[in-house]
């Protein structure tokens, strides 16, 4: 088998035994593709590359200004493989098994205002898509939705009022979040236009969307692609800086808020998808700041310390 058939069989064992989602197949693809050309230059295939030249790429790497962020995920895509080659019996150990990664570098999410987030809404309720585009919006700050988790929506889900949204994250986990009025009332007010698109649709000649915002496109719904320019025109007509506008600045706009508002890590954690408790806690810079105006303000020291 030569290197890329070898990929092929990893990645299919990925997507098949452990679930792994789409992006995290193709982000490995092509990790691996462009390690592959680098083993190929120095002779080195998967069966017997070295630890010594894993660490001589990872070193490559980081001299040609590749982010710590991406080499981390480079060399988790080459563990990954490795113990994989071991486990198949390609070869008789794993080299990478002890090769200590660079880490990611913890930066706080970008944070938007609760008043930001409100002009946001305000302003995506006008537009040739107001309807859709404020089910968008309002579904995305009531539950912080992954963006491919939204745009992905089936539209039984919606049907009769829910309360709760049954959602499928990463590796097919499902998890229940919880809507708000303003949710429920967008989603009640796009319905029905959503519904009589679909039926013009079928009309003509397509086959019914099973998708709560379909689209023409390949995928059958609104792309992650198109759902960020246009929050991107949303943040223009609201006044907001649109490079601090994403759907990802939404969903930690979601559980900055929460937090700030009270809500616990753990409850944070459940709502978001997180497997670990150590990814939500990168949240906890606003838990400090909440708990430092706390002591300063209801302390009984607090008034004769100012």
């Known amino acids: 088998m030569n290197a890329h058939a070898r990929i092929e069989a990893f990645l299919e064992a990925m997507a098949a035994e452990r679930g792994a989602a789409r992006n995290t197949l193709l982000a490995y693809g092509r990790d691996l593709k462009d390690f592959a050309r680098w083993m190929e230059r120095r002779g080195a295939r998967?069966?017997?590359?070295?630890?010594?030249?894993?660490?001589?790429?990872?070193?490559?790497?980081?001299?040609?200004?590749?982010?710590?962020?991406?080499?981390?995920?480079?060399?988790?895509?080459?563990?990954?493989?490795?113990?994989?080659?071991?486990?198949?019996?390609?070869?008789?150990?794993?080299?990478a098994i002890r090769i200590r990664g660079p880490g990611r570098e913890r930066k706080l999410p970008r944070t938007l205002s609760e008043e930001e987030v409100g002009r946001l809404l305000a302003a995506s309720a006008d537009g040739a898509n107001a309807l859709r585009d404020a089910c968008l919006m309002q579904v995305l700050y009531a539950t912080g939705l992954r963006v491919s988790e939204l745009v992905s929506l089936p539209v039984r889900a919606a049907r009769g009022d829910p309360r709760w949204l049954l959602v499928k994250g990463k590796g097919g986990k499902e998890r229940m979040v919880p809507l708000t009025p303003d949710a429920r009332a967008a989603l009640a007010a796009w319905l029905p236009e959503r519904d009589r698109a679909d039926e013009r649709a079928v009309r003509d000649g397509a086959r019914s969307s099973p998708h709560l915002f379909p689209s023409h496109g390949a995928e059958g719904h609104l792309t992650r692609h198109r759902f960020y320019t246009l929050?991107?025109?949303?943040?223009?007509?609201?006044?907001?800086?649109?490079?601090?506008?994403?759907?990802h600045a939404l969903r930690h706009a979601f559980a900055t808020h929460l937090l700030a508002n009270g809500a616990d890590l753990r409850s944070i954690q459940t709502l978001l998808g997180h497997a670990d408790v150590a990814t939500t806690e990168i949240y906890t810079h606003v838990l400090d700041a909440r708990l430092r105006e706390l002591v300063l303000t209801k302390h009984p020291m607090a008034e004769d310390a100012g």
């Not at 070295?50 to 001589?56: N, P, S, V, Y």
């Not at 790429?57 to 490795?82: N, P």
């Not at 025109?233 to 601090?244: D, L, N, T």
């Open 46 to 95: 998967f069966e017997d590359v070295t630890r010594d030249q894993i660490e001589d790429h990872l070193v490559g790497l980081e001299a040609a200004g590749m982010a710590k962020s991406t080499r981390a995920r480079r060399l988790a895509a080459i563990r990954q493989i490795t113990r994989f080659a071991f486990e198949e019996g390609w070869r008789g150990d794993d080299p």
């Open 231 to 247: 929050c991107k025109e949303i943040a223009v007509r609201a006044g907001v800086s649109p490079g601090k506008v994403t759907p």
